[in-house]
């Protein structure tokens, strides 16, 4: 897929006038694509593991430390560990979202071509189904060797019985007659 030049201009329309025209902006793409990845980590046993240990560390520094370091007292509950996880998931929740979206465009894309791909399939097999078929009637029409055989065999008899002479009746002779030529037997092709 070709990405459009950010300094491509459009000429069905005024320079300056880009709230006429508006063009699919690159920062939502980037945004998309930001959020992915956010999102991709957060599905990873890394951020799991990370998250967990961030928390633990938390939780044992403001319980163990000396009063004067710790900034979230356990008294309270975790108040700011609450407060930051609350905000982490907030954010999150809406990436996440994001993030399938994009991919549901883009299954939905994939779908759509896959559809297509599998009907120009089907318009090729049934075409080549046809022909199959059409072969297969010709052929049926087609002479076979047995019968071009056969054939060769019945005009051969024929020409054999045209040239056998005939037997001779009997008849009173006659004046002698001059000799007539002996029949020529007419030039046959040889067959291989």
Known sequence: ?????????????????????????RSRDRFGRFTETIARGMGTPWFLLGLTIFAVV??????FAPEAWRFDSYAIGFTALTLILSLQASYAAPMILLAQNRQDDR?????????????????????LAREVVALRL????????DF???ELRALLEELEKDEAPAKPVAKKPAAK????????????????
């Not at 938390?58 to 319980?63: A, K, P, V």
């Not at 007659?177 to 291989?192: F, G, I, M, N, V």
């Open 107 to 127: 299954d939905r894309v994939q779908f759509e071509q896959d559809r297509q791909r599998a009907e120009r399939n089907l318009a090729d097999t049934e075409y």
């Open 148 to 150: 071009i055989k056969a």
């Open 177 to 192: 007659a001059p000799a007539k030529k002996p029949a020529t037997r007419p030039a046959t092709r040889s067959a291989k």
């Open 58 to 63: 938390w939780m044992l520094f403001n319980t």
């Open 138 to 145: 010709a052929m049926k029409d087609m002479a076979t060797k």
């Open 1 to 25: 897929m070709a990405r459009s030049n950010r300094h491509d201009e459009s000429f069905d329309s005024p320079k300056g006038f880009s709230a006429l025209n508006p063009r699919p902006s």
